[in-house]
């Protein structure tokens, strides 16, 4: 694996991102007052078009190394 080969860290943030998930909504089935509501909207929410981005930022990076790679192989 090369250095800037990002598909595991990427996998890795994946897992994470559906292991929030899935604890998130272990506790809204025991905490739904208007203070989870809060944490919700402050915290959860906006997590989620940021996880979005990074992914794809993350993707088309590590399509722009791959191509710079295979580049200096055939040299």
Not at 23 to 27: E, H, M, Q, T
């Given at each position: 694996m090369r250095t800037w080969d990002l598909n595991a860290g990427v996998a890795k943030?994946?897992?994470a991102m559906k292991s929030l998930a899935g604890?998130?909504?272990?506790?809204a089935?025991?905490?739904s007052?208007?203070?989870?509501?809060?944490?919700q909207e402050e915290y959860i929410r906006p997590l989620d078009p940021k996880i979005?981005?990074?992914f794809d930022a993350l993707h088309r990076l590590?399509?722009?190394l791959a191509t710079?790679?295979?580049q200096c192989d055939d040299r």
């Open positions: 943030l994946e897992l604890v998130n909504a272990d506790v089935e025991r905490w007052d208007e203070k989870n509501r809060a944490f979005r981005n990074l590590a399509d722009v710079a790679s295979r």
